[in-house]
């Protein structure tokens, strides 16, 4: 079978990380704006499976790092989700503009 | 341990006790014990070193010790005194307890306010005592952080602006004052040898003359900042203002005179070259001070902004004497500076028991306060005619100590910096007679004020304390010169012998 | 006792008492205070009188020549080994004389107000200040150092500070006070400068080291302080000069003499005491402590003294005759007078047959204390009777003060200078000093003797004749006795005091000298002085418009000198559009705006730029992300760059 070149998978990873970028910085939701971090840490993650798969197919460190990266971004979701929970019971809302109290 | 911790082991014991009650009337009567006890203390220990002196001691500090503080960096808590700390020591010791008599009627947060005080105090004995620029330096940090808040918190007027102007043109000063002695901690390592923080050593040491010149330049200024050497003394008329009574006590009494002890200890001693090369530039800023401040003086009607720009120009005298480089000059600056604080204190005292009662501190809505309160009007008139000079009291003896030791150079320079100086004791007089003539003689000018009282007990104590002071070394100065000849003429030496 | 101990009571007896009445006298009735200052005084009056006796005539002479006596030496303040301030009290002819003028006028003066200041508010108090003032005139006066000087110099200003402000809830008292001060200072800064310069010079400040040093021609001192030169003049010139700008100022010669006529603003008693007799003279005293100097090192100085006092002596009898308040009269009379004892002086040199005009100044402070003690204490009874300084509220009074008017007459001969009165003697003594060195100044003080006597006769006149004496008039007199006796003790002073053998006591060079009177010399004086007395008596005798005439008659020039030649304005012009205006006003602004508005400038910009950058704190999450983002872009820029 032909293999998907490197390449293509980079620029899936790329496409995914810079969407997650533009959304972060675009969305004024939070829970939105937790999505778009997801998004690049997904990019991040194929990223790994894919250098582990073309440059050192015979180790698995890039798939343990995907495991922990994955086990850590359950973690980070459940704490911002908590975050945000608390920011919505005191602001009545989960629109980050409006959640600028931490200035000056 | 040194005999000479306990001076600043006192006050803090004394700090302890009164964190310890909680009635402000024992707080008032342990501070007032603990301060009495410093000035009975700091009499024995002149005596005592007076005494080992006569027995044949020749080393230039007494009750010398030194012990490691931190190793890494070569601090040591190296303490030791000569004759022109220990006056400076006396002078704090009776400020300090003239300031706490004064303050007896403070009913606001008793206790921080006293803690404030003997933290202060504390600050200015370890100042004086210390013989390593490190300790010395945080001792100094010590004695400014309690003024601003004694200001800001128990002050009167403007007094966040004033208690912020103070306390950061202080730390500026003590900014240029670190970058001095951190500057003079490499440079002993690098020319001399080793790398130290001890005055006894440094002063042996021969820094290249460039090295000399910035030094110089920054702990000169840095202490002058302190001293209310022109034109960094604008902390000082505004502090003042809004200071209450002990805090104007102890910023002009004893504050000012940490800034002149640096000038003499630390600027010129340690800087030889540079002093001799480059003091003629604070000549000139003193005579500026001297003469210009009792010009602005002129134009005050506010008693507190009047003595404050007095001391301005007094302190010009200190500043005058130590760039003179004579060893009268120095032994007049030295005497300057207790015979100001002293001074001072008292004019500062006097103007608060005024403004305690009156609730106003212009000249020219006050009158007749020595028909009315005889005692006060009395210890104002005291303060006044030692502030213009007047024989008999301290003022006339420093005063002509500095001049007839700025005499001693021939060049046309001084002698027109001497003479201005000399010029400047009849505005003076024209300043301190106005002010008497409008606010303590004539008549009282409102209805009220006839039913003011005159000095209560704690205030007749603290005014006595203060005079006794004025006219000792008025009356018999030799006393003082013999304290501290011997010290001056080895400062005057060391600065001459390279 | 010993004479050192003598000595020693004499100034410490007026100390004491101000001490005990000054901080005891709360708790000392006031009937006693004064009587206590009195006893006390009088006490030192008798120790004075004994250690006169004991100098002049037991330990003084040695050799036929009076020699300095020094005791109770303290090294007060030592300078360096070889410079310091001493204390010490010395025994010479001039400070003998002194200690007898002081204390005798002081006694007079103390027991005088035991009746005058009867029932004043502040009594213990002032004799308090009496005794202060004593005291330090009598340290000024037997003073060993000029520093020492100095020292109760200033004391002596501040003693008569307090006193003149006695009255201290009358503005004019206070501004009277302080204006004495203020132009007495000004005058002390040259004193003090001239100290600086003869102690850098002669490396002593010790009145007969450096007389020693400083009067011997080749001495290296003298040497070294005459060669250098300032400005044309040599170096012991300018000190001499300017020490003597201090003896003008104390002793109020022109241009520091007005603050004495607003001096008098004080008790009158204080004005026979201090503005009269004792404190004034001061000036005259240094120079004449310093003679010897002058005379050899720096006869400029002493002929610029010279010309200050004959100016001064017409100047302020000009203006005597003008005024109308008893006791500004008196004032310039004293003025003037000091100028007659400050040119004698002036014309006094060094050297055999030139140190006349020394013993004639001496001999006429020693005259004028007890004749214008004895005038003010008149006028001061006078005014106590009538309640007023004016002239034009008295007249006529001869009848109902009779003790008052022969002794106020006795005084009016004497200081006119009629034979055998003991102005005459002095004045004589004076004036043959001056014809024979300065012409110039001989005739000056001629016309101003000449005013003397005429303005002193015109108070005299004014005062007791002018008006018919009310027949129903009591006897303001009754029962003043403490007031009267000094008064007719001192009237002893001012009739007989001339006969005193003056010149084999006192002189510059310690020996004996004759004072001659020849007749040539003093018909003239003496006849124009009779002239004048008997011009006065004619114009004010009676009450006529005559005077008025006159006065029209000389316009301007009177108003001038009723305005005191408008020196107080110059004077106010000076300080207060100058001193104030020109100079305090723009410091204080410079000070505020400039200096301080620096540092509120240096806070006000830091707290605007950091208004500026708090921005970028704007508590959005996105923006944070966003300058992170940034930043690692910047990063991966500079690295691509870098390294590709």
């Known amino acids: 079978m032909e293999q998907v070149p490197l390449a293509h998978l980079l ?60 086990a850590v971004a359950a973690a980070e979701v459940s704490l911002a989700i908590a975050i945000i929970i608390n920011l919505f019971r005191k602001f009545n809302t989960v629109d980050v503009e409006e959640v600028d109290t931490m200035k000056f | 341990m040194n005999i000479l911790s306990l001076l600043i082991l006192i006050p803090l014991l004394t700090v302890v006790g009164i964190l310890l009650v909680k009635s402000d009337q024992l707080i008032r009567k342990i501070t007032l014990a603990g301060s009495a006890l410093q000035v009975i203390f700091a009499s024995w220990l002149t005596a005592q070193y007076v005494s080992l002196r006569h027995a044949g001691a020749t080393a230039q500090m007494l009750f010398e010790s030194s012990r490691v503080w931190f190793r890494p960096l070569g601090i040591n808590y190296h303490i030791g005194v000569d004759g022109i700390s220990l006056v400076m020591i006396l002078l704090t010791a009776v400020v300090v307890l003239a300031g706490v008599l004064v303050s007896w009627k403070i009913e606001k947060q008793v206790k921080e306010f006293f803690f404030m005080l003997l933290l202060l105090s504390v600050g200015a004995y370890g100042f004086f005592i210390s013989l390593n620029l490190f300790s010395m330096f945080f001792f100094l940090e010590l004695a400014v952080i309690p003024k601003y808040l004694l200001i800001g918190i128990w002050g009167t007027g403007k007094k966040e602006n004033n208690a912020m102007k103070l306390a950061l043109m202080l730390m500026t000063g003590s900014a240029l004052v670190f970058l001095g002695i951190v500057g003079l901690y490499f440079a002993s390592g690098w020319f001399g040898g080793e790398h130290t923080w001890d005055i006894m050593k440094l002063s042996h040491m021969h820094l290249p003359m460039n090295v000399q010149v910035i030094l110089y330049f920054l702990t000169f200024i840095g202490f002058g900042v302190f001293t209310g050497m022109f034109p960094f003394h604008t902390w000082a008329p505004d502090g003042h203002s809004s200071a209450p009574t002990a805090a104007s006590m102890f910023l002009a009494g004893i504050s000012m005179k940490l800034g002149g002890y640096g000038l003499l200890r630390v600027a010129t001693y340690l800087m030889p070259d540079a002093a001799r090369e480059y003091s003629w530039i604070f000549i000139i800023l003193a005579t500026i001070a001297i003469f210009y401040g009792a010009l602005a003086t002129l134009m005050q009607k506010d008693l507190k902004y009047m003595n404050a720009y007095s001391s301005v120009s007094h302190v010009g005298f200190v500043v005058l004497g130590v760039a003179m480089i004579t060893k009268v000059a ?18 500062f005292a006097a103007i608060g028991m005024i403004y305690d009662r009156a609730h106003t501190r212009m000249s020219n809505e006050l009158g007749g306060v020595l028909k009315q309160m005889p005692f006060i009007g009395t210890v104002f008139i005291i303060a006044g005619l030692t502030s213009l000079g007047l024989p008999g009291f301290s003022g006339f003896v420093s005063e002509m100590t500095v001049f007839v030791g700025s005499w001693v150079h021939t060049g046309i320079f001084y002698r027109v910096a001497t003479i201005l100086a000399a010029a400047s004791i009849v505005i003076t007089a024209v300043y301190i007679l106005r002010a008497t003539g409008f606010a303590i003689w004539g008549t009282i000018t409102r209805k009220e004020y006839a039913l003011l009282k005159d000095a209560s007990w704690n205030e007749r104590w603290a005014a006595v304390i203060l005079i006794v002071g004025i006219v000792l070394i008025g009356l018999a100065p030799f006393l003082f010169m013999h304290l501290i000849n011997a010290d001056v003429q080895e400062i005057f030496n060391h600065l001459h012998a390279g | ?58 330990i003084g002479k040695q050799g036929g020549e009076f020699i300095p006596y020094l005791t109770a030496q303290l090294n007060w303040l030592p300078f360096n080994s070889d410079l310091s301030i001493n ?46 003032f004593t005291f330090t005139m009598l340290g000024l006066v037997l003073s060993t150092n000029i520093f020492q000087m100095y020292i109760f110099w200033e004391l002596v200003g501040v003693s008569s500070y307090l006193l003149i402000g006695f009255y201290f809830s009358r503005p004019s008292a206070v501004a009277a006070a302080k204006k004495a001060f203020i132009v007495t200072r000004f005058a002390d800064l040259g004193f003090l400068i001239g100290i600086l310069m003869l102690g850098y010079g002669a ?69 026979a005491l201090i503005h009269a007799a004792t404190m004034v003279v001061a000036g005259v005293y240094l120079v004449a402590r310093l003679f010897p100097i002058f005379a050899v090192g720096a006869p400029d100085a002493l002929t610029v003294v010279g010309y200050v006092g004959a100016f001064t002596a017409l100047f302020a009898a000009t203006i005597a005759c003008t005024q109308t308040d008893i006791k500004k009269v008196l004032a310039y009379s004293t003025i003037s007078q000091i100028g007659f004892m400050l040119f004698a002086l002036g014309v006094a040199g060094w050297g055999p047959g030139k140190t006349e005009g020394f013993t004639a100044g001496m001999f006429h402070l020693f005259t004028h204390a007890s004749f214008k003690a004895l005038l003010f204490l008149g006028a001061g009874s006078i005014i106590h009777a009538v309640h007023s300084n004016e002239m034009k509220d008295m007249g006529g009074l001869r009848k109902s003060m009779p003790i008052t008017h022969i002794t106020f007459l006795l005084a009016a001969l004497a200081i006119s200078g009629i034979p055998p009165f003991a102005g005459f003697f002095s004045k004589e003594a004076i004036f043959s000093a001056a014809e024979q060195s300065n012409p110039i100044i001989y005739w000056v003080g001629l016309i101003a003797g000449t005013l003397t006597a005429f303005y002193i006769f015109r108070l005299y006149f004014m005062i007791f004749w002018h008006k018919t004496p009310d027949a129903h008039a009591h006897n303001h007199e009754k029962g003043e006795w403490a007031m009267m006796i000094p008064m007719m003790l001192l009237a002893v002073g001012a009739v007989f005091g001339g006969f005193i053998p003056f010149g084999d006591f006192i002189s510059a060079t310690g020996k004996p000298l ?14 124009l002085g009779v002239l004048s007395i008997v011009a006065a008596a004619i114009l004010y005798r009676k009450e006529s418009d005559v005077p008025q005439r006159i006065v029209n008659a000389l316009g301007g020039f009177y108003r001038a000198a009723y305005r005191k030649f408008y020196i107080d304005e110059i004077y106010l012009f000076i300080t207060k559009k100058i001193v104030f205006k020109l100079m305090g006003r723009p410091s204080a602004w410079f000070d505020r705006n400039v200096v301080d508005g620096t540092v509120q400038k240096t806070g006000s910009l830091t707290i605007a730029l950091s208004h500026a950058i708090k921005r970028v704190q704007s508590g959005k999450l996105q923006a944070y992300t966003m300058y992170f983002f940034g930043g690692v872009l910047l990063l991966v820029v500079l690295l691509l760059y870098k390294f590709a």
């Open chain 3, 514 to 527: 004759e004072l001659p009177i020849e007749l040539s010399h003093i018909i003239l004086p003496v006849g």
């Open chain 3, 203 to 271: 490396h002593s400040y010790d009145f007969f080291t450096l007389i020693d040093r400083l009067s011997h021609p080749g001495s290296s001192y003298l040497v070294a302080m005459t060669g250098a030169s300032f400005l044309g003049m040599s170096t012991l010139t300018w000190a001499l000069i300017l020490v003597f700008i201090g003896g003008a100022g104390k002793s109020a010669m022109f241009p520091f003499h007005i603050w004495l006529p607003d001096a008098m603003e004080g008790p009158t008693p204080i004005s």
């Open chain 3, 1 to 58: 006792m010993t004479l050192d101990n003598i000595v020693l009571l004499i100034p410490l007896l007026p100390l004491l008492s101000f001490l005990l009445l000054g901080l005891a006298g709360k708790h000392i009735s006031v009937r006693f205070s004064g009587v206590i200052g009195s006893v006390i005084l009088g006490a030192s009056l008798v120790l004075a009188l004994i250690t006169a006796y004991d100098y002049f005539f037991a």
């Open chain 2, 330 to 347: 120095f032994a007049g600056a030295v005497l300057q500076m207790v015979s100001h604080g002293i001074m001072t204190a008292l004019f």
């Open chain 1, 11 to 70: 620029i899936l990873s790329s496409a995914l990380f810079f969407l997650g970028i533009y959304g972060f910085f675009t969305r004024r939701n939070m829970i939105t704006m937790l999505m778009s971090v997801e998004l690049i840490l997904n990019s991040v993650n194929i990223n790994f499976i894919a250098f582990n798969k073309y440059l050192f197919p015979n180790q698995l460190e890039g798939i343990f790092f995907t495991l922990f990266i994955i």
């Open chain 3, 87 to 132: 204390l010490g009290l010395v025994l010479d002819p001039i400070s003998v004389m002194m200690l007898l003028v002081v204390t005798f006028v002081s006694t007079m003066v103390h027991v005088y107000s035991l009746g005058y200041m009867k029932g004043e508010e502040r009594y213990t108090t002032y004799y308090a200040y009496l005794g202060l």
